[in-house]
C-alpha cells in the first residue's frame, strides 16, 4: 500500500506563503513520482492573524502539531508587530515545546551559484552546522530590575545541560558517520572565555567521540570559525555549536552558499515530528510581487522527504534544484532569477516528474 504522510503547514507571513506553495509543487511533484501520498493541514499563523485576533501560538494547535509527520515552515515575521512577540511566540515556543533540539543547516554550494568567495567552488563549501537549539543564550534565564531608570541591570544567561549538549554532540557525530565525506566534527566554542558553558562543552563533546574513533575531532573559537568560513571553508564536514553561536554562523554560512535563496535548515527531534524551514525571513519588501527565490522552501521540502524516510523523494528534489541551477536560474538573488517564484517553482516541479 502507498504510504501516506501528514504534513503541517505554516507559511506565515510575508513571502512565506509564497515560497511554501512552491516547495509544495515539488513535494507534491515527488510524490506522485513515487508513489506516496501527503496530506496537508495548513495553519493560520503569523502577524496577520495576531493582529486579527492577538493569538500568537493556541495551545491546541501546539498539540495538534504533535501528531503529524513533519512541519513545514514559511516565514514567521511582521513589519507592525513588536520584534520578539511572533519569533518567541511561535518559531521558539514550537522548537521548544516539542523538543526539537536540533538546528541542522547544510551549507552547500551547488554549482551554477555565485559565491562571494574568491576561488572557491563547489568542491571547497560542503559543510552542515548542527546548531543545539533548545538551550544556551535563548533559553530566557535572566531577567530586568530598575528598568527605564539609569541603574538599570539586564541580565541573559546561557543554559548548558550537560544532557542537551550532549545529544547534540552525538547527532553531530552520528551525522559526519552519514555523510561519510571527511568524516570530521568541528566543536565551535569559545573556551577560552566562556570557561564554564564551553568547559562542560568540551568534555562532552571528546567524551562521545570516545564512541566514534572512525570520526575525527577538531575545535575551533567561534571567531575563528568565521574566519575559516570565508578563508578555508573546505575544512569543515560538520561544524556543531550552541544556539546563538549557531544562529550567527548559518547567516554566514548562508552567505557563502549563495545567499538566503538558498539556504534551509531543518528543526529536528530524531525521534519525533520536526519541522523544516528556509532560512530567510518574511522579506515584506518583495511579498507578493513573485519575485522571492523559493529554492531554500523546495530544498527543506527535501529535508522533510529525507527526515520522514523518503530519501529518493529528497535526492530528486536536490537534483532538480541542481539541475535548474545550472542550466537556468541567472541569479539567487530576489528579482534576479530570470523567471518569477511561481515558475521558477514550476520548473523544479517539470524537471522532478521528468
Ligand atoms: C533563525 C532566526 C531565529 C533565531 C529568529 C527569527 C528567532 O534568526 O532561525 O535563525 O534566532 O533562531
Ligand atoms: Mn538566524
Known amino acids: 500500500m502507498a ?16 515560497v511554501v ?21 495548513y495553519y493560520d499563523l503569523g502577524g496577520e492573524r495576531y493582529l486579527r485576533t492577538k493569538e500568537v501560538l493556541p ?27 511572533l519569533e518567541k511566540g511561535i518559531l521558539l515556543r514550537i522548537r521548544f515545546e516539542l523538543d526539537l533540539y536540533i538546528n541542522l543547516r547544510p551549507v552547500k554550494l551547488y554549482e551554477g551559484v555565485y559565491t562571494p568567495l574568491k576561488n572557491k567552488g563547489p568542491e571547497d563549501i560542503d559543510f552542515a552546522v548542527v546548531r543545539e537549539n533548545t538551550e544556551g543564550l535563548y533559553a530566557g534565564a535572566g531577567g530586568v530590575i530598575k528598568k527605564g531608570t539609569p541603574d538599570e541591570i539586564a541580565t541573559q544567561e546561557s543554559i548548558n ?11 553531530a557525530f552520528d551525522l559526519a558517520r552519514r555523510r561519510n565525506k571527511q568524516n570530521k566534527v568541528t566543536l565551535c566554542g569559545k573556551t577560552n572565555v566562556l570557561t564554564y558553558a564551553f568547559d562542560l562543552w568540551e568534555r562532552a563533546f571528546y567524551e562521545v567521540a570516545k564512541e566514534y574513533p572512525d570520526i575525527k575531532t577538531d575545535y575551533a573559537h567561534v571567531d575563528a570559525t568565521c574566519m575559516w568560513m570565508v578563508k578555508n571553508p573546505e ?6 555549536t550552541d544556539n546563538l553561536f549557531g544562529d550567527i554562523i548559518t547567516d554566514l554560512g548562508a552567505m557563502i552558499q549563495g545567499g538566503l535563496g538558498i539556504a534551509c535548515g531543518g528543526n529536528i527531534n530524531p525521534k519525533g515530528v520536526s519541522m523544516f524551514e528556509p532560512m530567510g525571513g518574511s522579506a515584506p519588501k518583495y511579498t507578493g510581487k513573485n519575485v522571492i527565490t523559493p529554492f531554500a522552501a ?29 542550466n537556468d536560474i541567472k541569479s539567487l538573488d530576489a528579482g534576479k532569477m530570470g523567471m518569477g517564484t511561481k515558475e521558477a517553482g514550476g520548473l523544479i516541479a517539470r524537471y522532478i516528474l521528468e
Open 59 to 85: 495551545d491546541s494547535v501546539l498539540s495538534e502539531l504533535r501528531d503529524f509527520h513533519a512541519i513545514f515552515l514559511g516565514a514567521i515575521g511582521h513589519p507592525d508587530v513588536k520584534p520578539g512577540i
Open 298 to 326: 523546495i530544498l527543506a521540502g527535501g529535508m522533510l522527504l529525507e527526515y520522514i524516510g523518503e530519501n529518493e523523494g529528497a535526492q530528486l528534489i536536490e537534483r532538480a534544484v541542481q539541475k535548474s541551477l545550472i
Open 161 to 171: 545541560t550537560r544532557k542537551g549538549v550532549e545529544r547534540c554532540i552525538r547527532f
Open 235 to 240: 575544512w569543515f564536514d560538520v561544524i556543531v
Open 21 to 41: 506553495a512552491e516547495g509544495v509543487k515539488a513535494l507534491d511533484a515527488a510524490s506522485k513520482k513515487l508513489g506516496f501520498s501527503l496530506r496537508y493541514t
Open 3 to 18: 504510504k501516506e504522510y501528514n504534513i503541517a503547514v505554516i507559511p506565515g507571513d510575508g513571502t512565506g506563503p509564497e
